[in-house]
């Protein structure tokens, strides 16, 4: 006999056998309470581990909450709070409130970025889009900070069914990793350390730079200098700055490399500036605006990693990027497949208006 519950879940029915699966012993994981969280995240967090584990399976029968009161020395209310989230979640289901089974329509990601930008956002809307409705990604971002990285890392390490990660650093990767399946662990975006035996998708900062200013060298000989505005506070791989000042010794430009765009700083007419932070590319446009100057004919501007509102800004503004949209669609496929992937995107400039 199979049931049907009343609700829905991500758009279909979930149907859970009362025949086939029987109730698993759930203290096959030892959960030995902290004050680290409330009992009810860490019960919560405990299942979902189970669950990712294989010790749950789809249509198992959780103990009841009077079983999991006694076994575990916690009030029914704390059993109660904990079923109730995970079944807001569609982690379980439950039949008449009393019976409670593992759902069969939920896998967990996590998708763990640096920081907010447009870009990321079109990375994680491609990937949200690229996957059935059944996958929930929980988002994270930890603004480069070593100590919340290593924090998310071993709270959601075995939660998950995939992980889906911007490390802190491009030169190491951070030792919290460990402790991932590198079977379920993507790596994006930074990459300069061996990772041979990681699945991966990123953009290399150095060669792929030096390449993608070499496409555009003769469009580059109408300007007087080259600056490259690399803002002091962004996480970009500082290893940019070497090969941009190669390309220029190279090719005989005259070029600079700015801390960052101040009150003090000026726009000069025959400059041309590669800038990384988009605060500084308004401020750019601004002072541009203020000294009377004209975007292209007066001064150039290329922008590194590609933003929708570039297409309308000042007429266009140019930008080297690889595509986000296409990392977001090959991390849905590695999460689909289960088949390892390393691949670095290519590194291409978009042409607008801005030069």
């Known amino acids: 006999m199979k049931i049907i519950s009343q609700g829905r879940f991500c758009g279909y029915f979930c149907i859970i056998s009362t025949v086939q699966h029987s109730t698993p012993y759930i203290g096959a994981m030892s959960l030995h309470f902290t004050n680290r969280n409330s009992k009810v995240q860490q019960l919560v967090d405990y299942i979902q581990k189970l669950i990712a584990s294989s010790e749950l399976k789809y249509g198992d029968k959780l103990p009841s909450i009077n079983q999991l009161s006694k076994e575990f020395h916690i009030s029914r209310d704390t059993v109660f709070k904990a079923f109730s989230d995970l079944k807001n ?169 700015l801390d960052e765009v101040n009150e003090e700083s000026t726009i000069s007419s025959g400059s041309f500036y590669l800038v990384i932070k988009q605060e500084d590319i308004v401020k750019i446009i601004h002072k541009g605006r203020k000294e009377k100057l004209l975007l292209k004919q007066d001064y150039g501007l290329l922008a590194y990693n590609e933003n929708p509102f570039f297409e309308v800004i000042d007429g266009g503004i140019s930008s080297i990027s690889i595509d986000f949209r296409r990392m977001g669609e090959l991390a849905a496929a590695f999460v689909l497949s289960g088949e390892p992937i390393q691949a670095y995107l290519p590194t291409t400039i978009t042409e607008r208006n801005s030069y």
């Open 89 to 257: 979640r569609g982690i379980i289901e439950s039949v008449h409130g009393k019976n409670y089974y593992v759902s069969s329509v939920n896998k967990n990601i996590l998708l763990l970025l640096d920081e907010y930008t447009p870009f990321k956002e079109v990375l994680y809307n491609t990937l949200r889009h690229n996957l059935p409705g059944n996958y929930h990604i929980d988002l994270w971002f930890h603004q480069y900070n070593k100590q919340l990285f290593n924090q998310i890392i071993d709270h959601a390490a075995g939660m998950y069914n995939h992980y889906i990660v911007m490390n802190y650093h491009n030169e190491m990767i951070a030792d919290s990793m460990k402790k991932l399946d590198k079977k379920r662990l993507l790596l994006l975006d930074f990459g300069k350390f061996d990772k041979d035996d990681f699945s991966y998708l990123c953009q290399d900062f150095d060669e792929a730079l030096y390449q993608a200013l070499e496409s555009i060298k003769e469009r580059l000989r109408n300007f007087r200098k080259l600056y490259f505005v690399f803002n002091r506070s962004q996480k970009h791989p500082t290893s940019s700055k070497e090969y941009f000042s190669q390309f220029c010794i190279d090719n005989n430009f005259d070029f600079e490399i």
